[in-house]
């Protein structure tokens, strides 16, 4: 069976506060979650001191202060990352991390992550995108926003910079927070595949556990999803987050879902379902008294359970056979009664 690769994403959700880092690494591994993912980046090197929120992180923080004072309020030290590590190996959950600059790639390298997340924002930073395959580590390429097209260029780069193809992995996404569901567009993750011949997965922005688990369904090995302490805290991904009951519920699901999907994909009687067959099915039994000598009509027959006799699909092969004896009604039919 397949095992979904599941990151928790709890990006920013800390507010800056390493107690609160520590604690969503414990819903993380509660949760069952592969891998828990925060943000690795400097708030000087990833956006311009002027640059304006998007509308959903000025509603999620009340605030219409720039986007380099919110970042600039979440940012992660490097003891803070090795902090958070070592927690991490402390209780058996994978430490990940996403870098939004170029910096942030040779740190998290230095740190010996064996797997590189882009996120949809870099799809289109060529030097990054360059950077990262040349660290010649597996790589998850998320697809917010993109075009088929932004996707092939980007995964070209790359290629050409020492990524393998068998070790790289595309992320159907939607970069609104949250995603209404008539932007999912779930199909788009199979197009993917497709035309590239990657492996698939999705990043979900939307509310609810729904689509996660019907990525799965469709063929995802990488579901991320944002998650959080408290969806009524302050912050720009709160809101469109799970809380720890929903995280786990999505990845009890999604293994289950697992299990469903991991049949030989022949159409046949399972083990479990086996012992239902004569229960449920019917055989062919007498509706009528009969005598000897008497021929064998539609009228004289009625189909009913247990289906451990003739069966009903060899009706008319029975039509019209002469009874070799008496035969009272609601007889079980038996073939060696008629001639």
Same mark, same amino acid.
């Given at each position: ?6 990151i928790a994403?709890?990006g ?10 520590k ?20 708030a000087?090197?990833? *956006?311009?001191?002027?640059a ?5 992180q ?10 380099f ?10 003891s ?6 070592n927690?991490?190996k ?9 870098? +939004?600059d ?7 390298? !230095?740190?010996?992550?064996?797997? +590189?997340?882009?996120? !949809?924002?870099?799809?289109?930073? %060529?030097p %990054?995108?360059?950077a ?6 597996p790589i998850?390429? =998320?697809?917010g ?16 910079n020492? #990524? ?6 595309i ?6 927070? /949250?995603?209404?569901?008539?932007? *999912?567009?779930?199909k788009? $993750? ?5 035309? +590239?011949?990657v ?5 979900d922005?939307?509310e609810?556990?729904?689509? &996660?688990?019907?990525?799965v369904?469709?063929g ?28 786990? &519920? $999505? ?8 299990i469903?999907?991991?049949g030989?994909?022949?159409k046949?009687? &399972?083990? !479990?379902?086996?012992?239902n ?5 019917? &055989?062919? %039994?007498?509706k ?9 009509k539609?009228?004289?027959?009625? $189909?009913?359970?247990?289906?451990d006799?003739? =069966? /009903?699909?060899k +009706?008319?092969?029975v039509?019209n056979k002469? #009874? ?16």
């Amino acid at each position: 069976m397949n095992k979904t690769i599941i990151i928790a994403e709890a990006g920013v959700n800390h507010n800056g506060d390493l107690n609160t880092a520590k604690e969503l690494i414990d819903v993380a591994k509660e949760a069952g979650a592969d891998y828990v993912k925060f943000q690795t980046f400097k708030a000087e090197t990833i *956006v311009s001191k002027n640059a304006k929120k998007a509308n959903y992180q000025i509603k999620n923080t009340n605030d219409n202060d720039s986007q380099f004072k919110m970042l600039k309020n979440l940012e992660l030290s490097n003891s803070d990352h090795e902090i958070l590590i070592n927690y991490c190996k402390k209780k058996n959950i994978q430490f990940f991390s996403t870098a +939004f600059d170029l910096d942030g790639v040779d740190y998290l390298d !230095s740190l010996g992550l064996q797997m +590189f997340k882009i996120p !949809s924002g870099e799809i289109t930073n %060529y030097p %990054y995108l360059k950077a990262v395959a040349k660290k010649n580590k597996p790589i998850i390429l =998320s697809t917010g926003m993109a075009t088929l097209l932004e996707i092939e260029e980007a995964l070209n780069i790359l290629l050409k910079n020492g #990524a393998q193809k068998e070790e790289v992995i595309i992320l159907h996404c939607n970069s609104a927070y /949250p995603t209404p569901l008539e932007d *999912v567009n779930l199909k788009a $993750m199979l197009s993917i595949r497709d035309a +590239f011949g990657v492996k698939i997965g999705y990043s979900d922005h939307s509310e609810g556990i729904e689509v &996660s688990i019907a990525a799965v369904a469709l063929g995802a090995i990488v579901i991320e999803k944002h998650f959080t302490l408290d969806r009524n805290f302050q912050g720009p991904d709160h809101k469109s987050s799970l809380e720890p009951d929903e995280l786990k &519920s $999505m990845i009890k699901s999604i293994r289950n879902i697992e299990i469903a999907i991991s049949g030989n994909g022949k159409k046949e009687p &399972s083990k !479990s379902e086996k012992k239902n067959i004569d229960i449920v099915r019917k &055989s062919i %039994y007498l509706k009528t008294n009969m005598i000897k000598g008497q021929k064998l009509k539609e009228d004289n027959l009625i $189909m009913l359970r247990p289906g451990d006799g003739v =069966s /009903p699909m060899k +009706f008319n092969e029975v039509i019209n056979k002469i #009874a070799n004896k008496d035969l009272l009604v609601n007889t079980k039919l038996n073939i060696k009664d008629f001639d």
